[in-house]
């Protein structure tokens, strides 16, 4: 009922750009939060950057200054502009998207099918 639609991965070399985009559509009443976690083999999900509709962001601290995330709220899309890129960097990145499908329903989380990303000369 609800999909998350990932784009913008791929291959770069170390201080390159990428940018992610997110897309989310079916039954959405309240998009709450966006964002994007990242995951490498052996370790948890981990956090790197979330918006929510007004705007505010969260983003861990390795990231910060050189990875900006936005949002289409129109579009119901998320975005994540990622510069000065390193091998650390490298993962999976998921899109998540926090949302109610309908007044008065709780608020359930969705995740993205995950586009790699690696960082490599």
């Known amino acids: 009922q609800v999909q998350l639609v990932e784009s913008g991965g791929g291959l770069v070399q170390p201080g390159g750009s990428l940018r992610l985009s997110c897309a989310a559509s079916g039954r959405i009443f309240d998009l709450v939060v966006m964002g994007w976690y990242r995951q490498t083999p052996g370790k948890q999900r981990e956090l790197v950057a979330t918006i929510t509709k007004s705007g505010s962001t969260n983003s861990r601290d390795s990231v910060q200054g050189r990875f900006t995330i936005s949002r289409d709220n129109a579009a119901n899309t998320v975005y994540l502009q990622m510069d000065s890129l390193k091998p650390d960097d490298t993962a999976v990145y998921y899109c998540?998207?926090?949302?109610?499908?309908?007044?008065?329903?709780?608020?359930?989380?969705?995740w993205g099918q995950g586009t790699q990303v690696t960082v490599s000369s």
């Open positions: 998540l998207a926090d949302l109610r499908r309908a007044p008065l329903y709780g608020v359930e989380r969705y």
